[in-house]
């Protein structure tokens, strides 16, 4: 089994805001050689994430892991992504997808925006 990631952001219309995206990705790909690790967007920017799915699958993906990127579990990720998520499973049946949590709400990250924070603060 070919296994890709898909770290699965808001976008925006301002490029520059990718960039921490970018900085996420590259550290995966620096801890997983050999596993694609890709970004996709929700709005304003590309690829989406019918298109990423798309790009790995013909690469030879065949589990697809969609990590969203996002601090909470609002709207999107409970109504949107799942939506969007079924419409790949209809288009492509012989792919297994599965969906992180947020990644807002892992401890790990809880803790590490406390830290910045108080660091930040002086604190």
Same mark, same amino acid.
């Given at each position: 089994?070919?296994?890709?990631?898909?770290?699965?952001?808001?976008?925006?219309?301002?490029?520059?805001?990718?960039?921490? %995206?970018?900085?996420?990705? /590259?550290?995966?790909?620096?801890?997983?050689?050999? +596993? =694609?690790?890709? *970004?996709?967007? #929700?709005?304003?920017?590309?690829?989406?994430?019918?298109?990423?799915?798309?790009?790995?699958?013909?690469?030879?993906?065949?589990?697809?892991?969609? %990590?969203?990127?996002?601090? /909470?579990?609002?709207?999107?990720?409970?109504?949107? +992504? =799942?939506?969007? *998520?079924?419409? #790949?499973?209809?288009?492509?049946?012989?792919?297994?997808?599965?969906?992180?949590?947020?990644?807002?709400?892992?401890?790990?990250?809880?803790?590490? %925006?406390?830290?910045?924070?108080?660091?930040?603060?002086?604190?």
């Amino acid at each position: 089994m070919t296994t890709a990631l898909i770290l699965f952001a808001h976008g925006a219309r301002d490029p520059e805001w990718a960039k921490p %995206m970018r900085r996420v990705q /590259a550290a995966i790909r620096q801890r997983v050689s050999g +596993t =694609p690790v890709e *970004l996709a967007f #929700l709005e304003f920017m590309t690829p989406t994430l019918p298109e990423q799915a798309a790009e790995l699958i013909a690469q030879g993906a065949d589990r697809i892991v969609v %990590m969203p990127m996002f601090i /909470a579990c609002g709207g999107h990720l409970k109504m949107e +992504t =799942p939506q969007m *998520l079924d419409a #790949l499973r209809a288009t492509y049946p012989k792919v297994e997808f599965s969906l992180g949590n947020a990644i807002g709400e892992h401890e790990a990250v809880v803790q590490a %925006m406390a830290a910045a924070t108080l660091d930040t603060a002086g604190l």
